[in-house]
């Protein structure tokens, strides 16, 4: 079965500052994973996506995110974070078509002044 | 905005209720995914059609159904409502079942339900 683990359940972090969420998955084949973030209020948006190829990847808002497969990994990147990123951030894990995707717990990043 | 259109926003009912929620997805995409999200369970996987027919099955209780019509939205009933279906439920929509490699699932804003 798949599976995503978010480990950090809360992040403070300053303005300005970078920022890294963790994403690790389970998945018996090679995993198409996803990042989306989720503001008060509002559906959750499509910030990146990992299908093949080149393991880091580049999305909206200034995020990245490298795909390590040897730690199962996914883990998502801001150099400099803006107020405005405050929100959850879910890690997801999906395969070929037909799969449904499996989201881990959430991150909470809360952006410090 | 995602082009998923999720209908009512709010929902306020009883226990032991009956209540419809409505998706409309992006023009042009077949699937249609339902999720429930809750504090203590998170995002959970209900249920996906694709043109029409179920396609998977999540953790979908008995008392919750779902279809998909030939105009591609699709209704989430969800009866014999109970405390713990308190949440936000949300619709995706996405071209074929998991969306290809250029197109993953695209959101709705959810409909938030709360049952007293």
């Known amino acids: 079965a798949q599976s995503v683990t978010q480990p950090d359940i809360h992040i403070t972090v300053s303005e300005g500052a970078s920022l890294e969420l963790r994403c690790n998955y389970s998945y018996g084949a090679t995993p198409y994973l996803f990042w989306y973030v989720q503001s008060p209020c509002q559906g959750l948006q499509l910030l990146l996506k990992y299908f093949s190829g080149d393991t880091l990847v580049q999305g909206i808002k200034g995020f990245e995110a490298e795909f390590k497969r040897s730690q199962s990994s996914f883990n998502l990147r801001k150099p400099s974070v803006h107020w405005s990123d405050a929100a959850e951030y879910f890690c997801a894990v999906g395969g070929a078509a037909g799969n449904k995707l499996t989201f881990g717990g959430g991150t909470r990043v809360l952006v410090k002044p | 905005d995602s082009g998923v259109t999720q209908t009512p926003k709010h929902l306020i009912t009883a226990t032991g209720q009956r209540v419809t929620l409505r998706c409309s997805p992006r023009s042009g995409d077949l699937s249609v995914y339902w999720y429930q999200q809750s504090l203590d369970q998170g995002l959970q996987f209900l249920i996906q059609?694709?043109?029409?027919?179920?396609?998977a099955k999540g953790n979908i209780l008995e008392r919750f159904s779902a279809q998909q019509f030939p105009d591609l939205h699709s209704e989430l009933n969800l009866s014999s409502l109970e405390l713990g279906d308190s949440a936000l439920y949300f619709c995706?929509?996405?071209?074929?079942?998991?969306?290809?490699?250029?197109?993953?699932?695209?959101f709705g804003n959810g409909t938030r339900l709360t049952v007293t």
């Open positions: 059609y694709y043109n029409g027919e179920e396609r």
């Open positions: 995706a929509s996405s071209p074929r079942s998991l969306g290809g490699r250029s197109s993953p699932l695209h």
